[in-house]
């Protein structure tokens, strides 16, 4: 028998609350505690990334939500009301990061704080947010890959729970959601272990191999996706864009440490330094 998770984790006061949303909001609380312990290591206090997260946050939340919109105008144009609709998936990552990157760049100008610092404290964290909040997706049964066996999922060695709920539409489904949490925590344990080597990494590197980590594994999970944002109808956006974000992201590291000049990452930093 095939057991199906069911979206809705309860009720509250009538209102059915979904599993999608306590996931997401999880991997966000732990991705602020682990932020907030490296500020303070590197001479920042905690409270800078609780104030950052009172703007970052919501504007992410509404950047992830336009970015999936605008790539899938028909369908709100012919239903607006969806749009407020987020309970039940519809949040784009890219969308999230670019609106929250630009957020950062102000904040870091007002505050006088590095943004390269910055990102660098935040990288990993956010890396670990992203493997949760794949998890959310699980629970939506969204992201998911093209049709294949109950016999290749269960040569993958994975609980059984994940096996029966890859059997959507009446077809077992790769669970790409799956393969983009496991990079992403793999992504995690290799920026908490590349930062932490001394004179390894140069100021902002941390985020540089975050974004280099993140799009080359998803341009081919993408790839594998059945739900992927489209340009034009042929090009998946989210696979243009990890194209993108790969090749000048090593373009970007290259220049910088031929520039040279770069201080490491060795938990010496703190505000009123000049931003490289």
């Keep these: 028998m095939i057991a199906q998770i069911d979206r809705v984790a309860f009720n509250l006061l009538g209102i059915p609350i979904y599993w999608y949303a306590l996931i997401i909001v999880s991997g966000i609380i732990i991705a602020m505690w682990l932020s907030s312990r490296e500020a303070v290591r590197v001479g920042l206090k905690s409270e800078d990334i609780t104030d950052f997260m009172l703007w970052g946050l919501p504007l992410s939340i509404i950047g992830a939500r336009l970015y999936y919109i605008l790539f899938d105008l028909p369908q709100y144009i012919a239903d607006p009301i969806q749009i407020f609709n987020i309970r039940s998936g519809g949040l784009a990552i890219y969308g999230g990061l670019i609106a929250g990157a630009i957020t950062l760049y102000f904040f870091t100008k007002y505050h006088f704080i590095s943004m390269w610092t910055f990102l660098d404290i935040a990288a990993p964290s956010v890396l670990l947010a992203q493997a949760i909040g794949r998890w959310g997706n699980f629970m939506n049964h969204e992201a998911y890959g093209p049709v294949t066996t109950r016999i290749f999922l269960e040569n993958l060695h994975i609980p059984r ?116």
């Design 161 to 276: 729970f994940i096996i029966d709920n890859m059997y959507i539409e009446g077809f077992y489904r790769q669970p790409t959601f799956l393969y983009e949490s496991v990079w992403s925590l793999i992504g995690f344990i290799l920026l908490l272990f590349l930062r932490n080597k001394k004179h390894l990494l140069k100021k902002g590197e941390v985020l540089l191999v975050y974004v280099m980590w993140y799009s080359f594994g998803r341009f081919f999970i993408e790839g594998l996706r059945t739900d992927s944002l489209y340009f034009l109808g042929v090009i998946r956006i989210s696979q243009l864009l990890s194209a993108f974000l790969f090749v000048g992201t090593i373009i970007l590291f290259i220049w910088r440490r031929k520039k040279g000049n770069l201080p490491d990452y060795d938990r010496t930093f703190g505000k009123n330094q000049m931003i490289i």
